[in-house]
């Protein structure tokens, strides 16, 4: 099978040698200039340990200056996956999105079809170039000088004429012997409903769109014509351009951009002609549309990081900031985007011309990383003065993240938002109180009042409580005391049964126990009870009962007092619930923590955090609130008001006697 003129050629444009070979090389990156599409590393072909194999990502072909392997995109497929020529090329072509070629006999008849639609585009070129020099003309050389364009920078942008006629174009193409059908499949030339042809291009400047390679593959036209419907029209979609993945100056953007310039984003060709002709020579943008997907990757091969120009206009800043959302789900560790916000109502033609391209330099300087752009969209003229609309800002951010493929660039981002979220919502916080400030007079201060630290004793190092166990080893010495204590006081398992079945119990000592436990929760005669379930447990609650935490518990120390026993069996079990509550919450929150913490998180650790103390602590740890009456005694808050109202009921009047 033959393949057509320029399908590989095609091929090599849309999918970079680099990342074929990156699949099966690890690159050197000291030796290596990505900028530049200088690639090193060791050969795939032979063993070796240093970086001798270079691929020139811009000539899209490699060599090994050690095995002397050499070859293209192909033929390193074909070598590396042991393949055949064509199932290489279907390979690529799979990857790069293009079809292959339909196997039948008028393949050979339809192979040249691409290069001459792209003949037929040069040829329209050079007539469009005649029309700028003739009297017809003036105006649009008028135009073009006062946008500071001299005749040898429109020569090099290949800047045309098309004359205000139907039938200039066609008359010119048809004179050199062009086929009608090859006029219109080029996009140069519509065709009526009635069948009539005519010049898709009338009255308009001429800017040819080229690819990675440099060929005329479409046009742009720019109207002078305040009237007109459109001032700027490209060509159609034909075989030749697909707009969605070509660029407006692509190659010697790419140029420019391997000899160290940053990529730089516009928005129309007059903005990437002025920004080149300022020096900005690795400018390019998208034709016509939003920037694609396609088109961002093939910023990315030129650049690991492009620059953005936000136009100052409202449109110009709402597309840009569109990219966004397409940018996230592709990022890549050393591949992203920065953006440049130029003043108000300034695109980057106006700026260079009103202020030069120092100016335009210092924006270029200014960019900002992606992230900002993103915390700026989603933040700007609003007010977050309620813990509703904190929480929605946070919902729409975490939605954002949760599209960042790359873990790594998805936690630095949560961290980034953490900050710009901190910084937002501290401005809104009251400032804290002086410590120096003085007390209004008879005001009380409420404090809980608290213990005084003191140097611990040996023997208090030493104790039980100091070297207190972790959560656990805790879990298994509370479920020991709940365990033997109702197998001490069996009239209390009925009461919490339903409590005991729900244990989460993994000791088979603690399982033979429970088993026992439930086994008699319904005996019907209560009295032979303890005694069938004391032999049910036999040893293991004798090892229980030797274990020193269990005996300091009161139902052990005094096996005599069941309402004691009951209190602190209650107690054990809901320190154990809440315990295990908190583990749960605790990896839900985690779960649902992706790269943002929000205030409904943090309010939910801070709950768990608080039930676990508060049920560490237990009814009877439960501390007094205190108060400090304006003569500076401490006193038990209701101790004190109990004494205002005694104090308030004296009248004084008649001799201290109480009021009635």
Known sequence: MSLPPGFLDEIRTRVSLSSVVGRKVTWDMRKSNQGKGDFWAPCPFHQEKSASFHVDDRKGF????????????????????????LEAVEMLAREAGMP???????????????????????????????????????????????????????????????PDSRHALLNALKAKGVAPDLMVASGLIAKGDDGS??????????????????????????????????????????????????????????????KGQPLIVAEGYMDVIALAEAGFG?????????????????????????????DGDTAGQRAAMRVIDLALPLLEAGQGLRFAVLPQGLDPDDLIKAKGASAMQEVLDQAQPMVNLLWRRETEGRVFDSPERKAALDKVLRAALKKIQDPSIRQHYGEDIKELRWELFRQGRRPARSPDRPQRPGAFVY???????????????????????????????????????????PGLIDRFEAQ?????????????????????????????????????????????????????????????????????????????????????EIREAVEDLDGLADEGLT??????????????????AARAEGVIAPNGVEMNKDELDHAQKMWASIDFTRGGKARH
């Open 282 to 310: 690795a400018a390019v943008a998208p034709l016509g549309t939003a920037i694609t997907e396609d088109q961002l990757r093939l910023m990315w091969r030129i650049s690991p990081e492009p620059i953005i120009t936000l």
């Open 500 to 584: 005991i079945e729900r244990l989460k119990i993994g000791d088979p000592l603690h399982v033979h126990l429970r088993q026992a436990i439930l086994i008699h929760a319904h005996d019907q005669d209560p009295e032979s009870r303890p005694a069938r379930l004391a032999r049910a447990a036999g040893a293991d609650l004798d090892t229980l009962l030797a274990h020193p935490y269990v005996q300091i518990a009161p139902p052990i120390r005094n096996r005599q007092d069941e309402d004691r026993a009951a209190m602190c069996i209650a107690q054990e079990l809901a320190k154990l619930e809440a315990l295990w509550g908190a583990e749960q």
């Open 447 to 489: 404090r809980a009042r608290s213990a005084v630290l003191e140097s611990p004793l040996a023997s208090t190092r030493a104790s039980t409580l100091a070297t207190a166990p972790d959560d656990a080893a805790m879990v298994d010495l509370r479920i020991s005391v709940v365990l033997a204590a109702l197998c001490l006081h």
């Open 100 to 162: 292959m070629p339909a196997r039948d006999p008028q393949a050979a008849q339809k192979a040249d079809r691409r290069t001459q639609l792209a003949e037929v585009m040069e040829e329209a070129v050079r007539f469009f170039r005649l029309q700028l020099r003739t009297g017809l003309a003036q105006g649009a050389r008028d135009y073009l000088v006062k946008r500071r364009l001299s005749p040898e920078a429109q020569d090099r942008w290949g800047i045309g004429w098309a």
């Open 197 to 258: 042809l005519y010049d898709r291009f009338r009255g308009r400047i001429i800017f040819p769109i080229r690819d990675g390679r440099g060929r005329a593959i479409s046009l742009g036209g720019r109207s002078l014509d305040p009237n007109a419907r459109a001032k700027y029209l490209n060509g159609p979609e034909t075989e030749l351009f697909d707009k969605g993945r070509n660029l407006f100056n692509h190659a010697p953007a790419r140029e420019a951009a391997g």
């Open 603 to 620: 309010w939910r650790l801070k709950q768990v955090s608080q039930a676990k103390i508060e049920a560490e602590r237990g009814p009877e």
């Open 62 to 85: 490699y060599y090994c200056f050690g095995c002397h392997a050499k070859g293209d995109a192909v033929s390193f497929v074909k070598e590396t996956e042991n393949v055949s020529f």
